[in-house]
């Protein structure tokens, strides 16, 4: 069964020959050149031979063009953050326009699937991250999205209709250089960081609009659900529903739903199953193999992919990975030591 196939069966509720697993991470600094980026991520499925490639491209990718300038200040997640910001103030929302996707730092994404493809077309499926519009917005003016949504709803409606038509673009881009699947990522999906009232009205209608632009043109598209702090709840309902959703990431480890309540609220494959901040980071080998394990029989191997919560911080350790890996390659899904697991 080849990488391919065993993506597709997973994503569709079948159980294959093996567990598929997933891991991704930022490469900082070396991220922000398409060669850069390509030669790390290749690199880094090279040593780990992991079943899906996601392409974590720098966390500002997508507000650079508009203005903002990014920097990578040494944060353990590997992401850039903004040294200055393109919306300063209300009417500085009124200056942004559509962009030309190809150009710029968009392109420089996009040149990098392009690359990647050229190592994974006939070896491991690849999928790309796109923000969602709300993600985006409140990356381009650093986190006072709750301030323009409830103090300027009108301006903020056509901002955001505007950049899901950027994002849209830039999805099908990728998809045209070569990925096969979107990794669709939210920061606005719990109840802490917005109300009932504000994801109905700004963040879950351009999730899905967003969703109905890509569904057609990718193999598949994961949904990840961003939980900021220990203990959130997720809204996992109506967006993980969308047509087009086959897979919902979480952190699963630290959030209020672990993964087979997941399973139950979306219905669809989960990924998640490794505590990307915690005994991934931090514990032994033994830790790691003891951890997973019983996370996986606690989950049920079946609709399920093993992924982390959310970025691999870039201190964890290099034998931690490997001892993830290996111990994920050696578990026969059919075997009767699993048959109470599936």
Known sequence: MSKFELVKETLIGNLGEKVPISIWKHHPERDRTSEGLAEEEIAFHRKYDHDLLKI?????????????????????????????????????????EP?????????????????????????VPIMSTVFDPAMVAEKL????FIHYIDNHPETMKGVLDMITGVMAEFGR????????????????????AVTDRQYREFVLPYQKKLLSELRGKADFIVLHLHAREDGEMIRFNPVSQTPGVMGVNWEDQTSATDLRE?????????????DHKGWFRTGTTEEVEEEILETLKSAGLRRLFVAPGCVVRV???????????DTIRAINPWSKEWEDYT
């Open 262 to 274: 997941g399973k139950k609220l979306t219905r669809k494959t989960v990924l998640g199953g490794i």
């Open 99 to 123: 962009l030309d996707v190809n150009a710029g730092e968009f392109g420089r994404q996009i040149r990098a699937v392009g690359l990647i493809h050229d190592y994974a077309q006939e070896i």
């Open 56 to 96: 974590s491209f720098h966390g500002r990718y997508p507000v650079v063009d508009w203005g903002c300038v990014a920097v990578y200040d040494g944060d353990l997640s590997g992401s850039t953050t903004c040294k200055s910001c393109a919306v300063e103030k209300v009417s500085d929302w009124e200056t942004l």
């Open 315 to 325: 201190d964890t350790p290099e034998e931690n990975v490997q001892s993830l890996v």
């Open 141 to 144: 003016c650093e986190k006072r």
């Open 173 to 192: 881009a990728t998809l045209d250089a070569g990925a096969n699947g979107i990794f669709l990522a939210s920061q606005h999906s719990t109840k802490s």
